[in-house]
Nanobody, 120 residues
């Protein structure tokens, strides 16, 4: 059974840094795209950053230059390094991964979410 387990959230002052981690476990045959989403209070969920197995990545404009997504394919883990945090980055952050359990069977899986709170 595929599971995504996140860690690294918490409370930090504006201008500080946090690093989120998400590990895929449970028999993944292949992991394609991996991503981080967030949902701030009263707002819709938004895509923050995504990364492909090759290392190619994309970011939402509001985090460009401050956040860095990376992955360790050997560990089935994706990271989100968040620097120069702002109060508006406060949200629950969710890990997402497109996981194949065989050569043809794959779907999106989600982590449980981790709270990031930035105090101004």
């Amino acid at each position: 059974q595929v599971q995504l387990v996140e860690s690294g959230g918490g409370l930090v002052q504006a201008g500080g840094s946090l690093r989120l981690s998400c590990t895929v476990s449970g028999g993944a045959f292949k992991i394609d795209r991996m991503a981080w989403y967030r949902r701030a209070p009263g707002k819709q969920r938004e895509l923050v950053a995504l990364i492909f197995p090759s290392g190619g990545s994309n970011y939402v404009d509001s985090v460009k230059g401050r956040f860095t997504i990376s992955r360790d394919n050997a560990k089935n883990t994706v990271y989100l390094q968040m620097d120069s945090l702002k109060a508006e980055d406060t949200a629950v952050y969710y890990c997402n991964a497109n996981v194949f359990i065989s050569t043809i069977i794959g779907r999106d899986y989600w982590g449980q979410g981790t709270q990031v709170t930035v105090s101004s």
